[in-house]
T-cell receptor, first 114, second 109 residues
Framework: EAGVTQFPSHSVIEKGQTVTLRCDPI?????LYWYRRVMGKEIKFLLH????????ESGMPNNRFLAERTGGTYSTLKVQPAELEDSGVYFC????????????FGQGTRLTVV | EDQVTQSPEALRLQEGESSSLNCSYT??????LFWYRQDPGKGPEFLFT???AGEEKEKERLKATLTKKESFLHITAPKPEDSATYLC??????????FGTGTRLKVLA
């Protein structure tokens, strides 16, 4: 069974440009999460989808970040315009429905804004 | 505020030298305590979930335990391939994980 896949694995963009990260969750997983790790810090929550609906977006840093989940399948995270402090590793994770389920993570997208 | 603190930040062990990693936490209502392993350039890989104080889980050389204030990841007779960063995370009222900063483990042959 395929795991969570993310694309691209690396992205280097200039300040002010736009970048779109993609996540394909494990098939059948209703829950999809985005997390971010900035250098030297812990992994932090960004937002949570249940199917196509945003359940919790309390971790989104500001309105330059836009997440979507089309038809409850794959998800995209767009950063527009990118700033230097957006650099970090962005992880996507998915989990099954229910209250006692672990999340499975993708390999991450390393974003560098120069 | 819910919080997770891991110690030590880094640990070097000789092959076969058993040790424990600590995850202490403060939380309003624990839903689950999770342990993950992360190798360089990869995403966190799920190891264990613990739900209540007194619970224990084992997998090969790893054993996770949980009390009301902390969790331990015991590593028995580690091998070089156990070298990785070990992450602790918890959930409380929602599904979102609150992570610690991790323990970087290096096992020397």
């Amino acid at each position: 069974e395929a795991g969570v896949t993310q694309f691209p694995s690396h992205s280097v963009i200039e300040k002010g440009q736009t970048v779109t990260l993609r996540c394909d969750p494990i098939s059948g997983h209703d829950n999809l999460y985005w997390y971010r790790r900035v250098m030297g810090k812990e992994i932090k929550f960004l937002l949570h989808f249940v199917k196509e609906s945003k359940q919790d977006e309390s971790g989104m840093p500001n309105n330059r970040f836009l997440a979507e989940r089309t038809g409850g399948t794959y998800s995209t995270l767009k950063v527009q315009p990118a700033e230097l402090e957006d650099s970090g590793v962005y992880f996507c994770a998915s989990s099954q429905s229910g209250t006692r389920t672990e999340a499975f993570f993708g390999q991450g997208t390393r974003l560098t804004v120069v | 505020e819910d919080q997770v603190t891991q110690s030590p930040e880094a640990l070097r062990l000789q092959e076969g030298e058993s040790s424990s990693l600590n995850c202490s936490y403060t939380v309003s209502g624990l839903r689950g305590l999770f342990w993950y392993r992360q190798d360089p350039g990869k995403g966190p890989e799920f190891l264990f979930t613990l739900y209540s104080a007194g619970e224990e889980k084992e997998k090969e050389r790893l054993k996770a335990t949980l009390t009301k204030k902390e969790s331990f990841l015991h590593i028995t007779a580690p091998k070089p391939e156990d070298s990785a960063t070990y992450l602790c995370a918890l959930t409380s009222g929602t599904y979102k994980y609150i992570f610690g900063t991790g323990t970087r483990l290096k096992v020397l042959a």
